[in-house]
Structures are given as C-alpha cells and as structure tokens.
C-alpha cells in the first residue's frame, strides 16, 4: 500500500531537510453539518479553510481526486457498465432463465461461485471489490466493473497524482478502500492502527481513507443514534491520525474531506415493476442496470426506447436527463456503455429494489442524487501551516476534480499543462460572525447582544449571581429574527427565550421579571425559564433536544449544555411533534381575533403578531414532514435546504412546500411585506394542518382517525391513560391562579386537563375555516371544556361568539401550556 521509501542510511544523510507531509484524509460520507458534533474536527475547522464537496456525479470519484478528472473526461459514472463482451460474469450465461423479474439468489451458493470466478478474471485490484451484488445472475454478464485498475498503477489509463508523485521520486502511501479489505482489521481503527505504524518520516504524501460513517449512515440514517455514535468514534480517530502525525513530522499540510453526504430516504420507488409493466425483454429489447438512485439503459432498437421513456415519465419519484441535465452534470460525452439513457431520482427516493439491495428492509440513507442537493454535499477542509491567513475563510462548493491541483499545490508540484482543473480558491470572509442572527448587518447583532445584557443584568440584579443564562430559541441558534421597525430601529422578532440556571428555585421572580422587561424592551415576550441544571439524564424531548444544540450560554458556565446527553433526532417521540402543532394552532389563535372575522383591519402590531404566529405554524408543519424522514435539525436554515430538497420526492405539494420554505427563511430574515400572514392565509393552510395532525396523532395513538374531532379525542383518551399522574397534574392545573375561578365546582375530572387544553385549539380554529364542519367544531371545543370550566362564552358559532370561547382557549394555554 506504499510506495518505496528511502532505505535508513539515506534517511539519515537528509536528517538535516524539515520532514513535511502532505494527508489526504478521506472521511466517507462526511456532511457538513456533522461537525456540530465532532469537536477535534469543529475545532480543526476553525483554525481551516472550509467548503462542501461537490462530488462528481454518480458513484466513480477516484479519477476525480486524483487526475482531475470528470465522469465526461473519464468516460464513466458508476461502478458497473454495459459490456457483455468483457463481463467477468460471463460463466452465468449459462444458468437457467427466470423470467421477466427474475429471482435475486442469495450470496452463497451458485451467485458465490460466479463471483469468484470473476474475481480470477480482473486484475488484483479490481478484485478486492468487483461483485455480481445483487444483479440477478441472468443479468450479470451483461455488466463488467469500470475501474479495473488502482490509481497508483501506472496502468490506470490516465496520469494520476501519484505517477507525477513517483516521476519527482516523492515516496508516497495509502491506505483506502478497495485495498484496504484485505487488512486483517479493515475497520476505522485498525487503518488508524496500520497507517500510524506504516508511515515512515520519509514519506511526503499520505492518502488515508475512514469508512465506517457511510455504511452506517446507509443502515441506520444519517440522524440516527447508531451515526451519532459513530461520528464520536471517528472524531476521535480523526484526532488520533492528525495529532501523532504532527507529533512526527515538522509540518503536516490536511485536506480532509468527505466525498459525499448522506440524505434521508423518504420513500422508495418501484422502477422494476414500471419497467414489467412495457412489456419488453431484457435481452431481447432493452438491458438496463438499477443503481439506488438512478436507472441506466442500453436499448437495442428505437422503439424500446420510446417505451421506456413513456414508462418512466409516469413515475412520480425522479426525471429523465436531458441534453442540458447531461452537460450540467459533465455527462454529455460519456463512454455509450455508461448509459444512453439515464433516469435520476429525487432527493430522499430510493429505486428499490436495486442491484445492491434486491430484497430485506430498505436502507435508511442514500447519497448520488443531483450533487447540489444541500445534503448530498460532503464537508472539505484544508489546514497548511504555512497558510495561516486561510484560517477561518470558506471555499464555498468545491467540485470533486479540484482536489487533484489542490493536493498538487500543497506539494510544490506545478499542475499546468497537465490538467485544465484550477484549485479552489478561499473567499476573504468566511461564515458570519455574527452571534445571534443571521441578519446582514452587524448593527442588528449589536442591539440584540445590549438587550441580552440588559436582560442578563436584571437577572443578576435580582437574584445575584447564578450559575449560567442559557439563551435558547432562534436567537439561540444563532438564527434570530430582526426587523426595522416604522422609525428604522432594528427590533427583535416576537420574544427572547433564555433559562437561568441556578441550585436555588428562582422561578417566582424570574415570571414576574420576564414581564418587566419585555414591557421595557418593547416585545412581545421575554421568558425567563429556570432549571436547577441537573441535565445529565434528561429525557429526549423536542425542548432538549434544541437545549443541547440550538442553545448558547451567553452568561456564566459554558460547559453547562455539556451536560445534557447526546440526542439523535430520528429517536425523537412522535408526542413532541404533535405538542409542537398544537401549541403552534394555540399560537394562531392567540393572534387571530374574531373582530378579523368581521373584515375589521388589524393594527400594524397585531398583524405583525398574527404573522409571526402564522410562520410558526408553518414551520412546524415543515418540522412535521421532517420528523416523518427522520430529518429534523434545531437550525431553521438547515431545515429550510433539507424541506426543499425532500419535498419533490415525498410528494408534498410544491406550492405548499414553498411556503413552508419561505416560513423558515423569515424566521431568520423577517421582511413583513413579503409575508403578511392573515386570515386567508391561516384558511389556505388549514388542510394541511388538518392533515399534520391526523396523521401525527394516529401515529401517536397506534389508531386511525378519520376526522379532526375524532383525532382530538383519541388525543386526549391518549394522553390520560396514567390515572395517577393525571390527578397529579390535575390538581396543579385546576388551581392555577388565572383559572381557579373558572372552574367547576367539585371538579375532579378523569381526563387530564392540560391536554384537554392542548385538544381544543384545532376545534377553535376549524370553525372559521369554510368547508369544515365549523358548528360541529365549535359545539365539540365547548362541551369538552363545560365539564371542567365555567363559560362565559355564547354557545352560538358566530363571530362574537367564538371571540368569547376563543379568548378562553388562549387565556388557559397561556396559563398551563405555554
């Protein structure tokens, strides 16, 4: 796996020369936004120049890193070609055939004798990886395997990195996948292992590959708590490599990258089946090879391909490429045995069944997809200590071929004339350095920072000093909302959210100071929660889960949120959605009054209210979606990418999907003449709230609803199950300064009335929305509150009427679930 190196005498005659090394580490499947949690590698980053990897489409990235080469250049995309006349599987041409969808045998047997004698048909590298897979045998010997030879043979068939390297007589090694299976440990740790104690203090060029991290973000997703785990393990890999080589070599040049990303598969599409369905043979008529994200085709007469592409065009889950698809993605003079034609699936669509995976549960994680999608994208990293002005700049989306005059560079090797391929070039600036906002000017940061003081310096003025203020909600994130108000002041959106932590029970004060100071900052809200910090077994919830990491300390400990466990979003619990959506249908109602419903025009700061109101609906409709794929993230920006790149795929109305889009992005840049969300907005979106919740709820409750009313009840029989706890609660709720005079006498109900409070919400707001059962609603909000309180309000489902029952849902919600 190594280039010759000098022998020990010639070691010691250049003792005297600085012993510099070049790493090219190749961390598979790693995605930008997993250095959230890989601290080595997040710290690494800071002192770096970043970017995303753009990989070359499809699956053969090899001729990329290391001759700048595209799939057009190299004249392949994907592992495995049409190419009967080379197939080493061609001792498969006489097995029996099974019929138009013939059956996937399993790996041993017959398929296993197949594949060995392949494997004695290709050269030594080739058959380290070359496998009929799960290609039905019948099929096999139309296909040969694409790369044949390593990139460090010098029989590769183009000029590589490492034949420059060996013409300048530079000792080089690697370590990396195919090769690498033949270790007797090929796990992340053992390549470590070997790489640490092959290297020699001669070599200048070192090229490691860590695996682990795509398999199983394939397995298990990418926001599983099997990846969370593994992303620890790797970092902590990451740190070993780098840090021992530093310890051994005077000046260690990284690039560290992942060749792609991982997206969550949202829903798998049947490409086998449509292509049953025409009619044609395989063989006969057409031949055709299913990657999990794309389908290939090699036609044997025109009219075969006409068929097919009516098929296809029929499917809902991807799109045929055309001519200025195949140029965008460098595919437009690839090899006619890479495919004449080519069928790309949507972000998140897996074609399954695939020739990798014919059968069994379909895998959770998927990447080759569009190289744009924000989640296909791999991160890059380049760290020179000799360039300490590249610290902290962006590359921005680097293309996979840019590695090779990079790699180059970094080595004192002039690339020209060898390739057209320029290295990346750092911006001068690179991510914002803003703290709280993602706002453009820097003025806003700073307004937002002084009333965090201020807010801080009231804490402390109050209750002395505590042990830390954690600043929590999109200000938190580093994502808050600023607008201008009428006079040009910048002003926050909505609220700050902050907890103070602390071993005394400060929560009174901090209520009645919370108040205070919104009265004096002149918002809406300034909640001033309180937590004694005892975080090391908290629960997962949607809460914590965006405590630990959409939350900074903005006072006192720091290490504080460190306490909170490791969370994978995939685990979190399908309550957390459907409290998120009824607390967002409460937050409408407390900003839609029925005076609205009259025509009557809401003043400038009710309107703004009732927007914010309508966006955080909106998003946690967008959340819903992105719990249902497993794909929620406590940033509003990431969330936004992930919603546009899946909903096409998942089926989501792109309309509709739009405008979730566009909520997420004025979260972070509130602009209220571009989105003034009113009353015919909230009744343009209800069905889809309407369906959130039934499809929520039934999840929750292992039942099927069939209706609004009926969901909400099957809600709250749900959430009363526990007797006990419910009574606990109850008598907590019922004696609830701003209620207890409202309630019943001698109530002691059975249901739990905190999430009675949390059913009627939908009701309430379904009675102003046409086409819903509206008088059915409205008498079902009241007669499951008349057991438990007394109302004031009329019993008629009329504007003022439902003004009176509606102005008591909010005031409730405020009091016990806010």
């Not at 047997?109 to 290609?135: C, K, M, N, Q, W």
């Not at 090797?413 to 001068?428: F, L, M, N, S």
């Not at 102003?768 to 057991?787: D, H, I, K, N, T």
Request: hydrophobic share 40%.
């Amino acid at each position: 796996m190594m280039a010759e190196v000098q022998t020990c005498e010639e070691r010691d005659a250049s003792a005297a020369v600085a012993m510099r090394l070049t790493l090219l580490l190749f961390v598979d499947a790693l995605r930008p936004d997993y250095l959230t949690r890989m601290p080595y590698l997040r710290s690494l980053a800071s002192a770096s120049a970043t970017g995303a990897l753009r990989e070359a489409f499809g699956f053969v990235q090899h001729p990329a890193y290391f001759g700048g080469l595209g799939p057009e250049q190299y004249g392949f995309s994907s592992m495995y070609c049409y190419d009967p006349a080379r197939s080493p599987f061609g001792i498969a041409r006489w097995l029996p055939h099974n019929g138009a969808r013939p059956r996937v045998e399993p790996q041993g047997g017959i398929r296993r004798l197949v594949d060995d004698h392949a494997r004695s048909r290709v050269s030594p590298f080739a058959a380290t990886y070359v496998s009929s897979l799960e290609i039905p045998l019948e099929f096999a010997p139309y296909f040969d395997a694409v790369e044949k030879r390593a990139p460090w043979d010098k029989r590769v068939g183009y000029r590589s990195l490492f034949a420059l390297l060996d013409e300048r007589g530079l000792p080089w090694y690697q370590c990396s996948w195919p090769e690498s299976n033949r270790l007797s440990d090929h796990s992340d740790e053992g390549i470590v292992r070997r790489v640490l104690l092959d290297l020699k203090p001669a070599h200048r060029f070192a090229y490691v590959h860590l695996q682990e991290l795509d398999g199983v973000g394939h397995c298990h997703g990418p926001n599983s708590a099997q990846l969370l785990e593994k992303l620890g393990a790797t970092d902590r890999l990451c740190e070993q490599l780098i840090e021992s080589l530093r310890s051994r070599y005077d000046q260690v040049d990284i690039v560290l990258f992942g060749d792609h990303g991982m997206v969550n598969v949202t829903r798998t599409l049947d490409v086998w089946a449509a292509l049953n369905q025409t009619g044609l043979q395989f063989g006969q008529d057409y031949a055709f090879f299913l990657d999990s994200t794309m389908a290939r085709f090699w036609f044997y007469h025109r009219g075969a391909r006409a068929v097919v592409e009516q098929a296809l065009r029929r499917l809902s889950g991807g799109r045929l490429l055309g001519d200025v698809d195949l140029k965008r993605y460098g595919l437009a003079g690839c090899d006619p045995r890479n495919g004449e034609l080519i069928y790309l699936a949507h972000p998140g669509v897996l074609i399954f069944p695939n020739f990798f995976q014919g059968s069994g549960e379909p895998i959770k994680g998927m990447h080759g997809y569009d190289p744009d999608c924000p989640d296909n994208l791999g991160f890059f990293l380049v760290h020179s200590d000799a360039r300490t002005d590249w610290a902290g700049r962006t590359f921005g989306r680097v293309d996979a071929t840019a590695l090779f005059p990079l790699v180059l560079s970094l080595l004192g090797i002039e690339p020209e004339g060898h390739t057209k391929v320029r290295q990346p070039v750092p911006a001068r600036h690179g991510a914002s350095a803003h703290r709280f906002t993602s706002y453009p000017e820097r003025e806003a940061d700073d307004m937002v920072s002084g009333q965090l003081r201020r807010i801080t310096d009231a804490v402390k003025q109050r209750e002395g000093e505590v042990e830390a203020v954690v600043l929590t909600g999109g200000f938190g994130r580093g994502e808050g909302g600023v607008f201008r108000d009428g006079d040009g002041r910048y002003r926050p959106v909505n609220d700050y959210d902050l907890i103070v932590v602390d071993s005394r029970d400060l929560r009174s004060g901090l209520a009645e100071l919370g108040g205070a100071l919104a009265r004096e900052l002149g918002i809406d809200f300034v909640d001033l929660g309180y937590s004694d910090g005892r975080w090391e077994k908290l629960p997962l919830t949607l809460f914590n889960y965006d405590l630990k990491y959409g939350s900074q300390v903005i006072d006192g400990d720091p290490a504080v949120l460190d306490r909170i466990p490791a969370y994978a979003s995939a685990d979190l619990p399908a309550g957390e959605l459907v409290k998120l959506l009824l607390n967002r249908t409460a937050g409408v109602l407390s900003g839609l009054r029925g005076a609205f419903l009259k025509d009557q025009r809401p003043t400038e700061e009710q309107q703004r209210y009732l927007t914010n109101q309508v966006v955080k609906m909106l998003m946690a409709i967008g959340d819903w979606h992105l719990f249902r794929w497993q794909g929620y993230d406590s940033s509003y920006a990431l969330r936004r990418q992930r919603l546009a790149s899946l909903a096409p795929g998942a089926g989501i109305d792109p309309q509709f999907a739009d405008r979730i889009c566009r909520a997420y992005e004025f979260k972070c840049h509130p602009d209220y003449s571009r989105f003034a969300g009113g009353l015919q907005e909230i009744r343009e979106l209800f069905p889809e709230l309407n369906a959130a919740l039934l499809e929520s709820i039934n999840l929750l409750t292992a039942r099927h609803a069939n209706d609004l009313a009926e969901a909400m009840s099957q809600y709250l029989a749900h959430q009363s199950s526990n007797e006990r706890r419910v009574k606990a609660d109850n008598s907590q709720c019922l004696a609830h300064p701003e209620l207890r005079d409202l309630v019943q006498p001698n109530c002691d109900p059975s249901f739990s009335v905190r999430h009675l409070i949390y059913a009627v919400p939908p009701l309430v707001l379904a009675a102003v929305v046409p086409g819903s059962p509206a008088a059915a609603a409205f008498g079902q909000a009241r007669r499951q509150l008349e057991p438990v309180f007394r109302l004031t309000a009329a019993d008629d489902c009329n504007p003022d009427g439902w003004e009176q029952l509606r102005t008591f849902v909010v005031k409730a919600w405020f009091a016990v679930c806010h």
